[in-house]
């Protein structure tokens, strides 16, 4: 048997649809519920630190591209940075919350978007957490010797899912007009866009290469409920029997089970479960807080609480606030896409010196997920 | 890995793995999705209660079990078992206002549970310097300053109860940051030291398994 391989991400591309949306014009966009301003969205964006953010949607609420679209791109991008092009992948895995189709999956429709020649495709649909499925089965395909030339890509067009077609005539807006804060909440957090990473056996010959030194995905779904999802009402969430499909889609959306929705109070358990976990990562010596220097979290700091960053510093797992990077707050929550459009511009930052190493959070609320990757930085 | 950080690290990872554990039970499953009902809830107060008495007993007697070089955990303990030693009577008289009848829950028996969980305590209760104890407490604190508001908030928003028939599990669950620093101090009058940081850890992990079978237990059918 082959030895494994070491992998190296030797390109990484970025592409956030249209002109940053500042916070006053995000309901241009996504719309207006029975035509009223939210109440809830400005104290939703104070929770999330979000200032500006991308719309494929443009101010009158029209598409001005496709998921597909946005992720080839993407991928794209990260193969000119590493100077490749589509003719040269052979190995696309492909991350979304919701791709354009139902059916098939969204690595398909990503890989007619993209062109190229004819390659293996993988599609993965879950949360955020979806981004480090894809890139573990590039990692894992490079790193076995099955491919050369691998991309993850990850892309979200969460504002189709905004807008007022999803809840008006649903049980998830009361009499007097006013959408539930479990859908309402999400629609000024998440915004669309794409990323991508390209994978290869040995690092770029010019400039820094990042090696991928582990990435682990842990599902705590077997303790948790949904805590982010679409597809089942809130009351019924917990029994899959009761979801959209069983109804049809008339009768799903009546009952609100055709939104994206969030539970505040199961997050806040999920949250100290993930913490657990991280803990779990340092005690067993797998993640050394004092040697990682860059944190990207897809996670506001911002949102942590004060409990647990006290926690974090009492129990030695802190990494310091100065080696957070971050770009939240300008290009939004972008789900699965938000690593790699924060790892994009991290590297263009100029951060990044040999040797260093980088960990990537990934938490998913979806049903509590955590990843975590680990790369180092190589000339 | 002895030192203080350590050990609390440690520790939180059994708390955040206890509280994956109780998020299973039967019990806890219904309240958070939203089929517990005021039986339920009696019968969660009921099982409670006995363990909630005990508590400040073996507070005491883990104190009187402390020798004289350790003389500020052994104030430390004695001032908690002070602070909550009558904590059984605001659990009783929940169960009251919500309907039930107090000779009830005064002569209701331990569940299996809450019979191991006690004899654990005690038994460890009764060591010289049982300083492992701390496991057991950072497991029962963590419950009160975070598990009981957390319930509580759900049981008021399923059963539409009065704040004045949930005051055990709403009047928990303030200060968690300062709780955390007492805690802290507490380790550190005995740590670093290996052996005692893995017997606080290992009686951590027992306490919290045996509190979470004490739950299971706990049903309103």
């Given at each position: 048997m082959n030895e494994l391989r070491d992998v190296y991400i030797t390109g990484v591309g970025a592409h956030l649809p249209g002109s940053p949306v500042p916070s006053a014009a995000i309901e241009d966009h996504i719309g207006r519920i029975g035509g009223r301003d939210s109440a809830l969205g400005r104290r939703a964006l104070r929770w999330n630190g979000v200032e500006t953010r991308h719309y494929a949607?443009?101010?009158?609420?029209?598409?001005?591209?496709?998921n597909a679209a946005m992720c080839a791109d993407a991928v794209r991008a990260a193969l000119d940075q590493a100077a490749l092009?589509?003719?040269?992948?052979?190995f696309l895995a492909t991350a979304t919350t919701?791709?354009?189709?139902?059916?098939?999956g969204h690595g398909s429709n990503v890989h007619g978007e993209l062109g190229g020649g004819p390659l293996e495709v993988a599609s993965f649909q879950s949360v955020c957490g979806s981004a480090l499925m894809a890139a573990k089965s590039a990692w894992l395909s490079v790193r076995a010797g099955e491919h050369d030339v691998a991309a993850a890509a990850a892309s979200e067009f969460s504002s189709r899912w905004f807008r007022p077609a999803f809840y008006?005539?649903?049980?998830?807006?009361?009499?007097?007009g006013r959408l539930r804060p479990e859908a309402d909440y999400l629609r000024f957090t998440l915004s669309d866009g794409a990323g991508a990473v390209v994978m290869e056996p040995s690092p770029c010959p010019s400039g820094l290469s990042l090696k991928v030194r582990f990435i682990d995905l842990i599902s705590l779904a077997d303790r948790f409920d949904p805590c982010m999802w679409a597809g089942a009402a809130p009351q019924s969430?917990?029994?899959?029997?009761?979801?959209w499909a069983f109804a049809g889609p008339v009768a799903a959306h009546a009952q609100g089970a055709v939104a994206l929705l969030q539970d505040f109070d199961l997050l806040k358990r999920v949250i100290r479960a993930w913490v657990g976990v991280y803990l779990q990562k340092v005690e067993a010596g797998r993640i050394e807080p004092a040697k990682i220097d860059h944190l990207l979290c897809h996670y506001s700091a911002r949102s942590l609480r004060a409990e647990i960053e006290g926690l974090l510093e009492s129990t030695a797992g802190m990494i310091d606030r100065d080696r957070w990077f971050s770009n939240l707050s300008s290009?939004?929550?972008?789900?699965?896409?938000s690593i790699w459009v924060m790892l994009e511009a991290f590297l263009r930052s100029g951060r990044l010196s040999p040797g260093q190493q980088v960990l990537c959070v990934v938490p998913e609320s979806g049903r509590a997920l955590v990843g975590f990757m680990l790369l180092e930085a190589v000339e | 890995m002895t030192g203080v950080p350590d050990v609390l690290r440690q520790l939180t990872i059994v708390f955040t793995e206890f509280e994956g554990r109780l998020e299973q039970t039967p019990l806890i499953r219904k309240l958070t999705r939203g089929r517990f009902d005021l039986a339920d809830y009696q019968a969660f107060l009921v099982g409670l209660r006995q363990q909630v008495a005990d508590g400040a007993l073996w507070m005491s007697r883990a104190a009187s079990n402390i020798d004289e070089r350790h003389l500020e955990l052994r104030s430390a303990l004695m001032r908690h078992a002070v602070t909550e030693h009558r904590d059984f009577r605001l659990l009783e008289g929940d169960y009251v206002t919500s309907g039930g009848d107090l000779a009830v829950i005064q002569g209701a028996e331990k569940n299996l549970g809450s019979e191991a969980l006690s004899a654990w305590m005690f038994h460890e209760a009764?060591?010289?310097?049982?300083?492992?104890l701390l496991g057991a407490m950072w497991i029962i604190e963590g419950l009160g300053s975070i598990k009981a508001a957390e319930w509580g908030r759900l049981v008021q928003r399923r059963?539409?109860?009065?704040?004045e028939a949930l005051r055990f599990l709403l009047y928990h669950g303030e200060n968690d940051l300062e709780h955390i620093k007492e805690f802290e101090a507490m380790l550190a009058m005995v740590l670093p030291d290996a052996a005692v940081a893995a017997k606080i850890v290992k009686t951590a992990r027992v306490t919290a398994r045996l509190y979470a079978l004490q739950i299971e237990e706990i049903t309103g059918d």
């Open positions: 949607l443009d101010a009158e609420g029209r598409p001005t591209t496709s092009s589509p003719q040269d992948l052979t919701q791709g354009d189709y139902l059916v098939p008006e005539g649903s049980a998830l807006v009361d009499a007097k969430r917990a029994d899959p029997l009761s979801t290009v939004g929550n972008v789900g699965s896409a | 009764s060591r010289p310097n049982p300083f492992g059963l539409g109860l009065p704040d």
